[in-house]
């Protein structure tokens, strides 16, 4: 595992919300958003992929979204209105004056880039890691899972999906009142938005996961979309370097 030490920079968000990011690296900046439950120490540091992607002469910001990591927590419905993962995305762009930049995320990372997507972002390059298309297009109902877990956590058999669920919350130590209230936030990204990109798209997926729909028919749906496959499942895939090595490769092209 890589040095997880990276100590976390803090901006108030569009509504006063204070948020952490991290740093790596130095070159053209990389915007790489983490998976729900996770953090940026989790999903990109811990296993070497952000020190992989820097090594190709990127500076990579890594977030903690709101609920998640060094980010506040809160606790009321009103910080959590729809879309506000993707707002929060936008003013950290702003705090940190980007102007060209590259954009990634794994899972909830890659929903929330599509989101901003959606809404006017303009990156040189774009991963959807852990993402097909229905859990872009189609996200209701999509945090059931994780919903069932978090009302009832401490109840699950020893191996279940539930149960390791939960033992994922405790290593990152999730809040779950907090977390709960992401669910919430969900938008929806039209088929033909995802259609409408130019830029060169990684749709970046492990052979065995099949928790978002199709990675393939994201890839397929954009005009210069294109497909890698890697090692795992949903959640054992960020742990394999092929995860690093892929990102690092595309974006470098």
Request: charged share 25%; net charge negative; aromatic share 8%.
């Amino acid at each position: 595992m890589a040095e997880t030490s990276i100590e976390p920079q803090f901006f108030d968000s569009f509504d006063g919300t204070r948020l952490a990011w991290r740093e790596m690296g130095q070159g053209r900046d990389l915007l790489l958003i983490h998976g729900y439950f996770s953090n940026a120490e989790v999903n990109w540091i811990r296993y070497g992929h952000a020190e992989r992607i820097a090594a190709k002469g990127f500076r990579v910001i890594m977030p903690d979204l709101r609920a998640h990591g060094d980010s506040a927590k809160p606790h009321d419905a009103a910080s959590y209105p729809p879309d506000v993962l993707m707002h929060d995305q936008f003013a950290l762009i702003a705090h940190l004056g980007l102007g060209e930049y590259d954009l990634a995320g794994y899972s909830l990372g890659a929903r929330t880039s599509a989101r901003m997507m959606a809404n006017g972002a303009n990156p040189r390059r774009i991963v959807f890691a852990g993402m097909g298309l229905s859990g872009m297009t189609d996200t209701a109902g999509r945090g059931e899972h994780f919903r069932h877990v978090l009302n009832n956590l401490g109840t699950f058999e020893r191996g279940s999906p539930g149960f390791m669920t939960e033992a994922f919350l405790k290593t990152t130590k999730g809040d779950p009142k907090a977390l709960i209230r992401i669910l919430d936030t969900f938008v929806d990204t039209p088929r033909a938005t995802l259609a409408a990109i130019q830029q060169p798209v990684l749709a970046l997926t492990g052979e065995d996961d099949d928790d978002n729909g199709s990675s393939a028919d994201l890839a397929d749906l954009i005009p210069n979309g294109r497909l890698a496959v890697i090692p795992g499942n949903h959640m054992s895939a960020v742990t394999k370097r092929e995860m690093g090595e892929e990102v690092a490769a595309f974006l470098s092209e």
